[in-house]
């Protein structure tokens, strides 16, 4: 194995894609992002704050979401995702509780995220947190998923916005 997950692993239908993103918890994101740009040579941040605010549609373990966290991200063979958790609960707060910061997931692009959180519930692997709605059009969403006793790790299927909103301005430390 070259470190990913084998394809038999994954619940369909994720199996077989290419992994599109790699998530990272940090805990702060202004010193993340330049941590990773010094890593990368990066600079090119997208940045977003993601909650009830500007996503219609939150849910955490079966519930009506809460949690807002902001994200930077950069590249995309694969994008890199750095994500500082600002309100909990979700599975970010979950992962750090019991590990720290640090990789978290590792998302896959998928044509429908609904399409995706069927799929993949029926195959017998449980639906950690969603989002949907986040895109100018009202599209866009991600699904987390109790991937990590068999890959290690959490996994994600992405619903990729077709117009995305506009970045906000680089973070400055924490808020």
Do not use: C
């Not at 199996?15 to 993340?32: E, F, K, T």
């Not at 997931?105 to 959180?117: K, N, T």
């Amino acid at each position: 194995m070259n470190g990913l997950p084998d394809p038999v692993v994954l619940p369909p239908p994720l199996a077989g894609l290419p992994v599109a993103q790699v998530g990272i918890l940090v805990p702060d994101l202004a010193a993340g992002i330049a941590t990773w740009s010094a890593l990368l040579g990066a600079d090119d941040w997208l940045i977003y704050t993601y909650g009830p605010g500007t996503v219609p549609r939150l849910t955490y373990r079966g519930e009506p979401g809460t949690f807002r966290m902001r994200v930077a991200l950069t590249g995309n063979a694969p994008q890199i995702e750095l994500i500082e958790s600002l309100d909990g609960p979700s599975s970010y707060t979950e992962w750090i509780n019991r590990h720290g910061y640090g990789l978290h997931h590792l998302g896959f692009r998928v044509p429908s995220v609904e399409q995706a959180i069927r799929e993949v519930t029926a195959s017998g692997v449980g639906l950690l947190q969603s989002g949907s709605g986040y895109g100018q059009d009202g599209d866009g969403g991600f699904a987390y998923f109790d991937t990590e006793d068999g890959v290690g790790l959490i996994v994600e299927a992405i619903e990729v916005p077709k117009r995305r909103r506009p970045s906000e301005p680089l973070p400055r430390g924490r808020r």
